[in-house]
């Protein structure tokens, strides 16, 4: 087990109306003038916006509005936000819906208090000293942005899409009802799904030695999220299912499941130019490529895959560990088929001509290549998207 | 799943010379002058004291010393430790040992910014409105406390043992390194992990529908317990395991396996009165007491013991649930026979004509009844403690 150190303190308030509290969560903290950032239609529709405007009204804390921001959030409704605050003496800000209305919400905190122009944090030309409180009301469980520290930013212009890491942005508050997820389309929730076990997946599949505790936990949220998934999908109404993926949502990418082990985030770094240049979803592009990331990093370590196998997929122990290894793999694939999720590049467009540009596009380190677990060249990357185009 | 808050803003550093983190993470956090709390031999002796010494004068950071605190700490140094921190402006209290030198550590830091008596806090007297940072360095896994909201102290002169419970006193930092329990006797590192086993029970068996993800969890850290503290118990220098469980003897005691479940603490509550009439060690009390609690609740929910015997205890899944639930109690047992630790009462000294004071000691709630999961009574108590006394 490496040394690490473990600092969560967002305070989360989880389960049925846990919006009605951000009034009165907001007012034990001090907090008393927000601006909500929201999206398009849904959070208006459902009523959601004014369930929380009500209960900041309850409390006497009063609130100003910015509502439009679309998916892949651009840096002008940023400007828009920054101006709103300042002109308005805004102490915090609220990003309620998903991870687009939330990465706005921690543009706008870094950038109220701040001289300059907020892209000098996003393009690294600044460092962030002070930024207001950020509160988070989720509509949707995958990305585990209700706690994260990080941002990513479109600058329109350019343009040029850019993250922002800092433990400044983390947000303070997490409101999380499960029951605001219902409704979201069944295939979505699928993406969520696949995006939460490659979470974890990017800390399960590590060098670092004698982890049992944290291979253990892993293994609990992602059998969780098999069984729980499964039913939430075909069951849009389950309380209990929603809820449990919410939560595994959180605990997927936050440090829970990683304390004192090395990382590896190579299939998430050759997922990203799909998105990209295909305008592919990222839990889509994870379920494809990551059983094929499996079978090509299977001989590195394959009692981590037969381990994998075994406590996470139901395969029975036997004498040949690598033949029970690529049963647990192909039996990843079929959950991600039954949950409707794609299994080829070919479903999002990708051609085998696009794959050298593909390849050029992942950000490799100095010793060119990309991730800890068994680091990938540009012939290992082009090997797993060659294979995950069948 | 019960609607939950979850909130650990305790900041952990975590591993090998840990603890020569001290000053730089205190003046991280801005703090300059802190007053260090500590027992009696062993942190001098092992050069513990000496090393934190260094850290925070190679950060420039001034400190006091009050040593001397003794098991079951005692009102007379915390009103010592509150007339030094207010002479000479400390700004941080620093629990250096075990649970007694980190809850001396509590009540001085809510004693100095508080005009009245800090017993006042204890006695429920008054509210905690303010308390100045607490900062664990834990050299003992058991009890939790290095990341918890309370402290226990004695007033001598009643004699009168109180709680306080406040998140004002949850310490700021905690500084753990598994190796400073390396050097822990065999029986208070069995102790330990009776006791830690024992939080997660009181999780582990509840009412609560649904709650599969926490199950999961709660699972997953009991396995690790069993197979690492057996490991450590026999290894004395093995930093893995000694890691796994200080680190699980964290997470036993924190929110990470109680969110939206109901919990229970009967058991705990009638192991008290062993502990306080005939001197046992709380995790020997709670080694015996557990599994006659669990045969003596058996019937109230025999598919949870089942679950248990199964997914903790590796009995193999068979048609009579009620045998295998048994068989994974005794499992239990033979565990905490192979660590050395107590399987009947006698070894404290208790007698059957005992059982009728132990029985009254036990704090019964209105209806005249202890814990959630299935309240015992009276005469439950005193069948679970005649059971225990074979």
């Given at each position: 087990?490496d040394?690490?150190?473990?600092?969560?303190?967002t305070?989360?308030?989880?389960?049925?109306?846990?919006?009605?509290?951000?009034?009165?969560?907001l007012?034990e903290?001090?907090?008393?003038?927000?601006?909500?950032?929201?999206?398009?239609g849904?959070?208006?529709?459902?009523?959601?916006?004014?369930r929380?405007?009500?209960?900041l009204?309850?409390?006497d804390v009063s609130?100003?509005?910015l509502g439009?921001?679309?998916?892949?959030?651009?840096?002008?409704p940023?400007?828009?936000g920054i101006?709103i605050?300042?002109?308005?003496?805004?102490?915090?800000?609220?990003?309620?819906?998903?991870?687009?209305a939330?990465d706005?919400?921690?543009a706008?905190?870094v950038g109220?208090p701040y001289?300059?122009?907020?892209?000098d944090?996003y393009?690294d030309?600044?460092?962030?000293e002070?930024?207001l409180?950020?509160?988070?009301v989720?509509?949707?469980a995958?990305?585990g942005?209700?706690?994260?520290?990080?941002?990513?930013?479109t600058?329109?212009?350019?343009?040029l899409?850019?993250?922002?890491?800092?433990e400044?942005?983390r947000?303070?508050?997490a409101?999380l009802n499960p029951?605001l997820?219902?409704?979201?389309p069944?295939?979505?929730?699928?993406?969520g799904?696949?995006?939460?076990?490659?979470?974890i997946?990017?800390r399960y599949f590590?060098n670092?030695?004698?982890?049992?505790?944290t291979d253990?936990?892993?293994?609990?949220?992602?059998?969780?999220?098999?069984?729980s998934?499964s039913?939430m999908?075909?069951n849009?109404?389950?309380?209990?299912?929603?809820?449990?993926i919410?939560w595994?949502?959180?605990?997927?990418?936050?440090?829970?499941?990683?304390?004192?082990r090395?990382?590896d985030w190579?299939?998430h770094?050759i997922a990203?130019?799909i998105?990209?240049?295909?305008?592919?979803?990222?839990?889509?592009?994870?379920?494809?490529?990551?059983p094929?990331?499996m079978l090509?990093?299977?001989?590195h370590d394959v009692?981590?895959?037969?381990?994998?196998?075994?406590k996470?997929?139901?395969?029975?122990?036997?004498?040949?560990?690598?033949?029970a290894a690529?049963?647990?793999?192909?039996?990843?694939r079929t959950?991600?088929d039954?949950l409707?999720?794609?299994?080829?590049?070919?479903?999002f467009?990708v051609?085998?001509?696009?794959?050298?540009?593909?390849?050029?596009?992942?950000k490799?380190?100095?010793?060119g290549?990309?991730?800890?677990?068994?680091p990938?060249?540009?012939?290992?990357?082009?090997?797993?998207?060659?294979?995950?185009l069948?």
């Amino acid at each position: 087990m490496d040394n690490f150190t473990f600092h969560i303190p967002t305070q989360f308030v989880f389960g049925k109306s846990a919006e009605m509290q951000t009034g009165k969560k907001l007012k034990e903290l001090g907090l008393k003038n927000v601006l909500i950032v929201y999206g398009t239609g849904s959070v208006v529709r459902s009523g959601l916006l004014d369930r929380v405007k009500k209960s900041l009204k309850d409390s006497d804390v009063s609130f100003l509005e910015l509502g439009g921001i679309v998916p892949n959030p651009v840096d002008g409704p940023v400007y828009e936000g920054i101006r709103i605050g300042r002109e308005n003496n805004i102490d915090c800000v609220l990003g309620l819906g998903g991870g687009s209305a939330l990465d706005t919400a921690k543009a706008i905190a870094v950038g109220i208090p701040y001289n300059g122009d907020f892209w000098d944090f996003y393009a690294d030309k600044a460092t962030v000293e002070e930024a207001l409180p950020v509160i988070s009301v989720l509509t949707i469980a995958a990305a585990g942005s209700e706690s994260s520290n990080s941002s990513v930013i479109t600058k329109e212009e350019i343009p040029l899409k850019k993250g922002l890491k800092t433990e400044k942005i983390r947000p303070v508050l997490a409101f999380l009802n499960p029951e605001l997820t219902f409704t979201v389309p069944a295939i979505q929730k699928a993406y969520g799904i696949a995006d939460m076990m490659a979470h974890i997946f990017e800390r399960y599949f590590t060098n670092t030695k004698d982890v049992l505790l944290t291979d253990e936990l892993c293994e609990a949220v992602l059998r969780t999220i098999i069984k729980s998934g499964s039913k939430m999908l075909f069951n849009s109404q389950d309380y209990a299912s929603h809820a449990d993926i919410m939560w595994a949502g959180t605990l997927a990418h936050n440090d829970t499941l990683a304390t004192g082990r090395q990382q590896d985030w190579s299939c998430h770094g050759i997922a990203h130019g799909i998105s990209a240049r295909f305008g592919a979803a990222h839990g889509a592009t994870l379920a494809v490529l990551f059983p094929f990331w499996m079978l090509h990093q299977l001989h590195h370590d394959v009692e981590r895959f037969y381990r994998f196998a075994v406590k996470v997929m139901g395969v029975d122990e036997q004498g040949n560990h690598e033949a029970a290894a690529i049963e647990g793999i192909n039996k990843l694939r079929t959950f991600f088929d039954s949950l409707g999720l794609p299994h080829s590049l070919k479903t999002f467009g990708v051609t085998e001509e696009a794959l050298p540009e593909l390849v050029d596009d992942v950000k490799l380190n100095d010793e060119g290549t990309i991730g800890f677990f068994k680091p990938l060249t540009k012939e290992d990357i082009l090997a797993i998207y060659k294979a995950a185009l069948k």
